[in-house]
């Protein structure tokens, strides 16, 4: 998740920032299972966050301005985590990840219920790009 930049490529630059599984399973929980305390989202994990994992991409998230982290008023012990208007705009990213997952993984039909309510129509472009990439295989 380090951001050396080595290439210009966005694509390049996104992956070496949040391209492990754990950064985007973060991102995912604090969307879309609005877990905002760091407790929250260890407990919440079914996929076996260690606390050490967490708190490292926590901060990794907060340096790169996806995530703020504030005190939580109610409670001097805890930390409030959110979405940054950058972390925020991951939320397309996240669904469509997730609708692919629920097309073509064997996920969890109560899990996949989101990525269905989520599901859209692809953008004319990136449908004439997928049509020409498949005419490609065809020959």
């Known amino acids: 998740m380090a951001a050396t930049g080595r290439s210009g490529c966005p694509i390049n630059l996104a992956v070496e920032l949040f391209g492990d599984r754990w950064t985007l ?14 407790r929250e989202i260890l407990r919440g994990s079914d996929e076996g966050l260690t606390s050490s ?14 995530l703020t982290r504030a005190d939580d008023p109610t409670h001097k012990q805890k930390t409030i985590y959110n979405l940054t208007d950058s972390g925020i705009d991951l939320v397309p990213v996240l669904a469509t990840i997730g609708t692919w997952g629920a097309v073509h993984c064997p ?24 049509k020409s990439l498949r005419a490609m295989n065809a020959t």
């Open 25 to 38: 399973l973060i991102l995912r929980d604090i969307a879309f299972a609005h877990r905002r305390h760091f």
């Open 53 to 66: 994992v967490l708190a490292d991409r926590l901060d990794r998230l907060v340096d790169a301005g996806i």
């Open 107 to 130: 996920a969890d039909p109560d899990k996949a219920v989101i990525a269905r309510e989520l599901d859209y129509e692809v953008p004319a472009p990136w449908a004439a790009l997928m």
